[in-house]
């Protein structure tokens, strides 16, 4: 079983940056491929970005491509998520969610049903 726990969420102006973080608690994190997602008011959880087992590829959402950049610590067992120019549009309840299944096809990874544990999240939120 992996517990998953983020933080770094917060309040920001548009064009400010912000770090997630995610610790797990499985011991061997580094079988695990990592996704952030999110999730608006009143709208489905969307694919943020995804990172693989050693860390070496990388996937994003068009909306935050060259904003954000995910990475990982498999010594620390943590994942994170540099979030910069912030938009209002940035603005939901940010997941980290882990998966031991493989894929050849990339694009499985953005799939919310491709993990399988999740985090309790934590709030971004981007004033104008």
């Known amino acids: 079983q992996v517990q998953l726990v983020e933080s770094g969420g917060g309040l920001v102006q548009a064009g400010g940056s912000l770090r997630l973080s995610c610790a797990a608690s499985?011991?061997?994190?580094?079988?695990?491929?990592m996704g952030w997602f999110r999730q608006a008011p009143g709208k489905e959880r969307e694919f943020v970005t995804r990172?693989?087992?050693?860390?070496?590829?990388?996937l994003y959402a068009d909306s935050v491509k060259g904003r954000f950049a995910i990475s990982r610590d498999n010594a620390k067992n943590m994942i994170y998520l540099q979030m910069n120019s912030l938009k209002p549009e940035d603005t939901a309840v940010y997941y980290c969610a882990a998966t031991g299944r493989v894929s050849t096809f990339s694009s499985y990874y953005s799939r919310p049903e491709a993990y399988d544990y999740w985090g309790q999240g934590t709030q971004v939120t981007v004033s104008s």
């Open positions: 499985e011991s061997i994190f580094s079988n695990y491929n």
């Open positions: 990172i693989n087992r050693n860390g070496g590829n990388t």
